[in-house]
């Protein structure tokens, strides 16, 4: 069949019109004028795009548009009811505020549209990639590496699981994990999920994944992984892999690599770091201590699209074992690895456990490029001393506001006590009372999401109630001012409850 051109649209004038609207999206996203979203439950969200004439449903029969204006129309509608999540007000995840650089960095990597798995296919960005890692290995420090790009902190620490599964028992690799020895890995009780959803993916099962108690801070207690040890060698399983997080999600915790690095090595276990949140602390040379011991991990995640604010997805890999994603990943196929042409040595996508995967060291290298080693610390410096100024503000609300959990780095946990609550005392506080406090929370970000204000996680962490999780991610133009101002509106919002 034919493409009939003159019965679409002019997609080189649809392109130069979509360009200006994103440049100006961009250029505005962080116009704290703004509300941080519109929202609109599904069924006016689906009847803003039928009334821009771009009905949601694709017709079973659907036919092309007739002018560039039907798709700028679901281009606007989109940019309009989205999260600006580069807003001033952003706090809802861990990830926040992207830059200029990174924006465009990312737009080359569309405009390319190249797979990074081959040099022929993909040149430039195959050197990108090989020199992004080696300066992040150098700043873990290692002294040798192994690593690629990867969508985020979960593929990280479910690639981290698999090396370390292939290290132990070599032959899962072609005989399967029947019949192999049976292995157990640890992780805090207050790890990543996907820690627990790796086991289940890589074959271990969830039950061979041990939760070892933490501390208040979300931090692995050592003597509490020597006795998970001891346990499961008693039920015949065969320790192998401990993964560590650098910031957890809700509260921030840093496990202490130092202190647990030893323990690894004597039961003869892969050490994994999860750092997808806390990593990039690794450049401040006055947060850096939080990691310390990092060098002695088998492998370590790393998002730059969290605290780094390139655009999602941008993450790094690696590991201090050269060569150790070949040798547990590689399959050969011929018809893209052909060891006889040119330049085949600088092919990377046989590491991969992908075959498709996007260029995304560009974004890093670039941002790297453009801000420095200098400009990355002071980033992630401003971030936590924003968290240090609201947990002094928290401590001088007079009961207004109590924290939850001691802050650590850039992660403030803390409740909202309305004065029907107050004076509230955790020592002393009802179960009725803590079932009160814990309704705040919801309530509070349900009235701010209505109004377009501030966007704010919150959570229950084992027995405590629902708590505000404020989290400081790429806080590039955001003051303690507007945080303050933040506070007295949640005491607005709030104070009726």
């Not at 003159?6 to 962080?30: G, M, R």
């Not at 993964?243 to 202190?259: H, K, N, R, S, Y």
């Not at 260029?359 to 941002?367: E, G, M, R, S």
């Not at 109630?465 to 001012?481: D, I, K, M, T, W």
Request: charged residues 15%; contains cysteine.
């Amino acid at each position: 069949m034919t493409i009939d051109h003159k019965h679409e649209l002019d997609q080189q004038d649809f392109l130069i019109k979509a360009a200006e609207l994103l440049k100006a999206y961009v250029a505005s996203s962080s116009d704290s004028s703004k509300p941080v979203v519109e929202l609109a439950c599904p069924e006016k969200l689906a009847a803003a795009f039928a009334a821009a004439g771009v009905p949601l449903k694709l017709d079973d029969h659907q036919a092309a548009a007739e002018t560039s204006n039907e798709l700028i129309a679901a281009l606007q509608t989109t940019l309009k009811h989205s999260v600006r999540t580069s807003h001033p007000l952003f706090f809802n995840q861990l990830y926040a505020r992207v830059e200029p650089v990174g924006v465009a960095a990312d737009w080359a990597v569309a405009a390319t549209n190249t797979n990074v798995h081959t040099y022929e296919v993909a040149p430039v960005f195959s050197l990108v990639e090989a020199a992004l890692l080696d300066k992040v290995a150098r700043v873990i420090g290692f002294r040798q590496h192994d690593g690629l790009l990867v969508p985020g902190g979960s593929i990280s620490n479910t690639y981290a699981l698999h090396l370390a599964r292939f290290r132990k028992d070599p032959a899962v690799k072609t005989q399967g994990a029947a019949g192999g020895p049976v292995l157990v890995g640890f992780t805090s009780s207050h790890a990543h999920y996907s820690y627990e959803k790796a086991a289940h993916l890589t074959g271990l099962g969830t039950d061979n994944m041990v939760a070892v108690e933490a501390d208040a801070q979300g931090q692995m207690l050592p003597h509490a992984l020597e006795a998970a040890v001891a346990a499961a060698r008693k039920q015949g399983k065969v320790p192998f892999f401990v993964g560590l997080t650098a910031g957890t999600t809700v509260t921030g915790g840093f496990d202490p690599i130092a202190a647990i690095a030893p323990i690894a090595r004597r039961h003869s276990m892969w050490l994994h770091v999860d750092g997808s949140w806390g990593a990039s602390l690794l450049l401040s040379p006055r947060h850096r201590g939080l990691l310390a011991g990092i060098q002695q991990a088998d492998s370590v995640g790393w998002n730059a699209h969290k605290m780094l604010g390139l655009p999602s997805q941008c993450a790094a890999f690696v590991s201090r074992h050269p060569g150790v994603l070949q040798a547990t990943n590689a399959t050969h196929a011929r018809y893209l690895f052909q060891p006889d042409k040119l330049h085949g040595e600088f092919d990377i996508g046989d590491k991969s456990i992908q075959c498709g995967r996007k260029a995304d060291a560009f974004k890093w290298w670039l941002q790297w490029k453009a801000v420095g080693d200098a400009g990355l610390a002071a980033r992630v410096e401003h971030n936590i001393e924003l968290a240090e100024h609201v947990e002094a503000c928290v401590a001088a609300a007079g009961g207004a506001f109590l924290m939850a959990v001691p802050r650590v780095a850039a992660n403030v946990c803390f409740w909202y006590v309305p004065p029907s609550l107050r004076p509230f005392d955790p020592a002393a506080a009802s179960p009725e009372q803590w079932a009160a406090l814990g309704r705040v929370a919801p309530a509070i970000k349900a009235r701010m999401q209505q109004a377009g204000d501030a966007m704010i996680g919150y959570q229950p962490l084992g027995q405590l109630p629902n708590f505000f999780r404020l989290v400081f991610a790429n806080c590039v133009g955001v003051s303690r001012q507007q945080l303050q101002q933040l506070l007295q509106r949640i005491d607005q919002y709030g104070r009726d409850l």
